[in-house]
């Protein structure tokens, strides 16, 4: 049993005991009731009127709401309701508790009154008044008992004759809407966990696919790299294919991972790099630094990667010296990225497809670092600029 369901029962034991003890201490309160409780547990009233209002709860909170108010078929709840009213109206179960407990209480006022009387005037003729005295006290006593009894009378015929069991309906009332209550706030916590639960597939789904996205793009210019170096027979062709095979690796195994570690991502972003200096040569400089220590960091994979990759692709010309910046500064909470290149004119399709990279990474790093991440994108003196801070 989960600790939820758990604390459920527990607070659900907790309220109808005390839902229990309602009689007892109301009861106990009223003058001359000097019962013991384990007297008045053995009163069957008082079961009955415990049980009615539990199965009544438990009904309508498990039965009722769920078959029929929660389905909208709210002419069949309201009949069952007032179904159960009529139910509850001709059992009268708090009625039944009140009269069970006064009979006991007339019987025994009438029993104390006696031996009150007898304890004032002596029992026998030793102690008993003149004649005068017992003669004005008898009819005093006859008018007190005459009293006492219609008194009596009258509030039996009042509580046998009463036409509504107005405490009774009340607590008919109050448990219908607590049962209500506590089924509709369970329906909307529930409602909620299945808008979460689908809002986190759709997210884990989205993400797998913007990971698609990027790996088959990123493999695919780093096999064209090879390919420019295997078609002029470079000697440089088998530690290419070497340090793709790492990248590789971390392509296909570690980016299932929402975070991976961050001595991962530098490594194939170094990878990557050296793979692009054999094909580039001298015409272009590229400046890699890593600041900081590494330690036990994680960071979403390919995050970096894909800024590096567009750096490659439209920083470099054939004609044209460029040069390429890419740092990384590794802080105690925070880590900075950062990369600059020079823009050169490229086709309109080219362009797109670095529009649909960049978009893909911001969504990933709301999805990834929602509040936690500052991402900065310019293009100044014909250069562009990105700069990244994720908190970690």
């Not at 993400?207 to 096999?223: D, E, G, R, V």
């Not at 390919?227 to 793709?244: C, E, F, P, R, V």
């Not at 299932?256 to 990557?272: G, R």
Request: aromatic residues 14%.
């Amino acid at each position: 049993m989960s600790r939820f369901k758990a604390f459920s029962v527990i607070i659900h034991i907790a309220g109808w005991l005390l839902f229990m003890a309602f009689p007892l201490v109301f009861l106990n309160s009223r003058a001359f009731y000097h019962t013991s409780i384990t007297t008045f547990l053995q009163k069957p009233a008082y079961w009955i009127f415990c049980v009615t209002y539990m199965v009544l709860f438990y009904s309508n909170a498990y039965l009722f709401i769920p078959s029929f108010f929660l389905k909208k078929k709210y002419v069949i709840y309201g009949i069952i309701s007032v179904v159960l009213l009529a139910g509850v109206y001709t059992l009268r179960p708090f009625d039944k508790l009140m009269r069970s407990t006064d009979g006991w209480r007339m019987v025994n006022g009438m029993h104390h009154r006696s031996q009150f009387d007898g304890e004032r005037y002596g029992h026998g003729t030793r102690n008993m008044p003149d004649s005068d005295t017992a003669a004005a006290f008898n009819r005093h006593n006859f008018r007190s008992d005459s009293a006492f009894s219609n008194n009596a009378q009258f509030q039996w015929r009042r509580r046998h004759m009463q036409p509504l069991d107005s405490t009774s309906l009340f607590i008919f009332l109050m448990i219908m809407a607590l049962s209500m209550a506590i089924k509709t706030v369970q329906q909307w916590q529930l409602t909620e966990q299945r808008a979460a639960r689908a809002e986190a597939d759709k997210t884990s789904a989205e993400l797998s696919f913007l990971k698609a996205q990027i790996n088959p793009h990123f493999l695919f210019n780093t096999l064209n790299n090879i390919y420019t170096l295997a078609a002029i027979k470079d000697d440089n062709a088998a530690d290419s294919i070497m340090k793709l095979s790492n990248i590789m690796r971390y392509v296909t195994d570690d980016v299932a991972e929402d975070f991976v570690p961050l001595q991962s991502e530098i490594d194939c972003i170094s990878d990557y790099i050296e793979l692009q200096r054999l094909r580039i040569g001298k015409n272009t400089k590229v400046n890699f630094e890593v600041e900081g220590a590494i330690g036990n960091k994680k960071i979403a994979p390919l995050v970096m990667m894909t800024f590096v990759e567009n750096v490659f692709k439209y920083g470099i010309s054939k004609h044209e010296p460029s040069g390429i910046d890419i740092k990384v500064d590794i802080q105690e909470l925070n880590i900075s990225f950062y990369c600059k290149n020079r823009i050169f004119s490229v086709q309109n399709s080219e362009f797109q497809r670095t529009g649909i990279g960049i978009k893909n990474t911001k969504q990933r790093l709301e999805h990834l670092y929602p509040g936690k991440h500052l991402l900065s994108i310019s293009s100044h003196n014909n250069e562009y600029i990105v700069q990244l801070t994720l908190q970690v």
